[in-house]
């Protein structure tokens, strides 16, 4: 879905924005969570897996695990069992217990609140501490790119890029730094609305008609 008229990458980010915002006026995170702790297990849980399938496991899993300790005390097999629906539970169960102790030994028994600090986590990247930090302490220092903000980005015309981080600064350059939080959840409600990754016709998509108007 590329546009035939003469717009700047700035100018079709512009569009793509307010489109959106009319669009989902009160686009948001889906995960459900407690406290930040919680968000950063949802989030470490949703690789590769679908939010509904992680609402679903946490619902039962934040009601045994209540505190941080908790997880520090927790049995790795009987935790792996909890988070099995997720998808990858070895490695998320190691990444999340290992979180735990990091946690409370490092950093006081609070989740950090620098992306520094947050990419010293086991299992957590750019885009992990881009939803931590933009939900729990309302720092916004990138874009968390997900598998929808890379699909769409890239047909939308705003990158030419496949590796998230470039993405990731290639859509800084273009969208306003206030918009920059709001900009991954409006491209994935999108995304799950209109413009699935499943073949479709791109034409009867809103934003084509908006770029191409």
């Given at each position: 879905?590329?546009?035939?008229?003469?717009?700047t990458?700035?100018?079709?980010?512009?569009?793509i924005l307010?489109?959106?915002?009319?669009?989902?006026?009160?686009?948001?995170?889906?995960?459900?969570?407690?406290?930040?702790?919680?968000?950063?297990?949802?989030?470490i849980?949703?690789?590769?897996?679908?939010?509904?399938?992680?609402?679903?496991?946490?619902?039962?899993?934040?009601?045994?695990?209540?505190?941080?300790?908790d997880y520090?005390r927790a049995?790795?097999?009987?935790?792996?069992?909890?988070?099995?629906?997720?998808?990858?539970?070895?490695?998320k169960?190691?990444?999340?217990?290992?979180?735990?102790?990091?946690?409370?030994?490092?950093?006081?028994?609070?989740?950090?609140a620098?992306?520094?600090e947050?990419?010293?986590?086991?299992?957590?990247?750019?885009?992990?501490?881009?939803?931590?930090?933009?939900?729990?302490?309302?720092?916004?220092?990138?874009?968390?790119?997900?598998?929808?903000?890379?699909?769409?980005s890239?047909?939308?015309?705003l990158?030419?890029?496949?590796?998230?981080?470039?993405?990731?600064k290639d859509?800084?350059?273009?969208?306003?730094?206030?918009?920059?939080?709001?900009?991954?959840?409006?491209?994935?409600?999108?995304?799950?609305?209109?413009?699935?990754?499943?073949?479709?016709?791109?034409?009867?998509?809103?934003?084509?008609?908006?770029?191409?108007?």
């Amino acid at each position: 879905m590329q546009s035939g008229n003469n717009r700047t990458k700035k100018q079709r980010a512009a569009i793509i924005l307010k489109t959106l915002k009319s669009l989902f006026p009160h686009a948001k995170i889906v995960l459900n969570y407690g406290n930040n702790w919680e968000l950063l297990v949802a989030v470490i849980l949703s690789a590769q897996c679908t939010d509904k399938m992680v609402n679903k496991v946490t619902a039962k899993l934040f009601k045994k695990y209540k505190t941080l300790n908790d997880y520090v005390r927790a049995d790795k097999a009987e935790f792996e069992k909890d988070i099995h629906s997720t998808g990858f539970y070895h490695n998320k169960a190691k990444h999340i217990l290992a979180s735990a102790k990091i946690i409370t030994n490092r950093f006081n028994g609070k989740v950090p609140a620098s992306m520094r600090e947050l990419l010293t986590l086991p299992g957590v990247a750019r885009k992990s501490a881009n939803v931590v930090l933009g939900n729990a302490y309302g720092v916004i220092v990138g874009i968390a790119v997900d598998t929808h903000v890379i699909r769409l980005s890239r047909l939308w015309g705003l990158t030419k890029q496949k590796d998230p981080n470039k993405i990731e600064k290639d859509l800084m350059k273009l969208l306003p730094r206030e918009e920059w939080f709001r900009f991954t959840y409006l491209t994935i409600a999108y995304g799950r609305k209109y413009c699935t990754a499943r073949k479709h016709n791109h034409d009867e998509c809103p934003l084509t008609q908006a770029l191409e108007g």
